[in-house]
């Protein structure tokens, strides 16, 4: 089946994006799709692919799945790429909207001009902080929230669990520019006897009151240049933690975000998205992709 794709990034976090309204079928079983396409060297390349998509309780719906094929729950960068994708394309023509996601719907509130999109402020909602509903198999330690100390590959690290509607394990470090990301995060996402549903992964390095920096090891798609969900818990835990205030801008490898744990509890994030190009292709191709391309260690 031949069909057109959108190709978005946001600080570098860049997906595919296809219209469910005009290809919904292709979002039932995506996930070799999705393998297929988000390959770098054979297919378009992309840390996954969005969906978007008609929705019963929300303007329009977004289904994430991940590089390996996986889906998520919810995506920050991608959520803020899947605005503009609606109001450029004229899907949703209106600077307010709600976007239902596996992690619930949220609304977002667009700064445009000259029927542009140029940022998006995305109410995240309320940080989840119960173990139990992470998941994570850790005791809630520091009265309201979790920390518990893991060793991956020979390194000490105490991980702040925080869910932004997906999971998140937050380290803060004396410096992330020579951390081994893909090393340490690989080894914490696969521990299935803490995370059972697998998890996301921060390194934090403080640089003051309202200001860190941050790399992200992703669930399903490695060490990315920007994670959303991931700059609203680390904010959330540095929060919690004593480290900084409740406004942050987080410097991210591939641009700043503002991230607010506002006093209502949401978290609220502001940044902009970007259109790369445009283009199609044909089912088939990408399956048999996902399918025969070598393998990554």
Not at 39 to 63: K, N, Q, T, W, Y
Not at 244 to 264: F, N, P, Q, S
Request: some cysteine; overall charge negative; charged content about 25%.
């Amino acid at each position: 089946m031949r069909f057109e794709f959108t190709k978005m990034q946001a600080l570098g976090n860049d997906y595919i994006f296809i219209d469910g309204f005009k290809y919904g079928e292709l979002s039932v079983g995506a996930e070799k799709l999705a393998i297929g396409m988000s390959d770098r060297h054979f297919g378009i390349g992309g840390d996954g692919i969005i969906f978007v998509l008609p929705s019963e309780s929300a303007d329009a719906r977004m289904r994430i799945f991940n590089a390996d094929g996986s889906e998520a729950e919810m995506c920050g960068n991608g959520i803020r790429q899947a605005a503009k994708y609606l109001y450029e394309k004229g899907l949703l023509r209106r600077d307010r909207m709600a976007i239902d996601t596996g992690a619930g719907v949220k609304q977002i509130s667009l700064e445009t001009a000259g029927g542009v999109m140029k940022l998006a402020a995305v109410d995240m909602g309320e940080p989840l902080l119960d173990p139990r509903v992470i998941p994570a198999n850790a005791e809630m330690n520091r009265g309201e929230y979790a920390v518990i100390s893991l060793r991956p590959e020979g390194r000490d690290f105490d991980f702040t669990l925080v869910s932004m509607g997906n999971p998140h394990a937050v380290a803060f470090v004396s410096e992330v520019c020579d951390m081994d990301v893909r090393k340490y995060g690989r080894a914490v996402e696969l521990n299935n006897e803490i995370f059972p549903r697998r998890t996301n992964v921060e390194f934090v390095e403080m640089i003051s009151r309202n200001e860190l920096r941050m790399r992200v090891w992703e669930r399903g798609s490695g060490e990315t240049l920007a994670c959303g969900t991931g700059a609203s818990a680390s904010v959330v835990a540095a929060v919690l933690n004593g480290l900084t205030g409740r406004k942050v801008t987080v410097h991210l490898l591939g641009g700043d975000l503002l991230i607010e744990w506002a006093d209502d509890n949401h978290v609220v994030m502001t940044g902009g998205a970007e259109i790369a190009f445009e283009g199609s292709g044909d089912t088939e191709y990408f399956l048999d992709i996902a399918e025969n391309a070598p393998k990554q260690a």
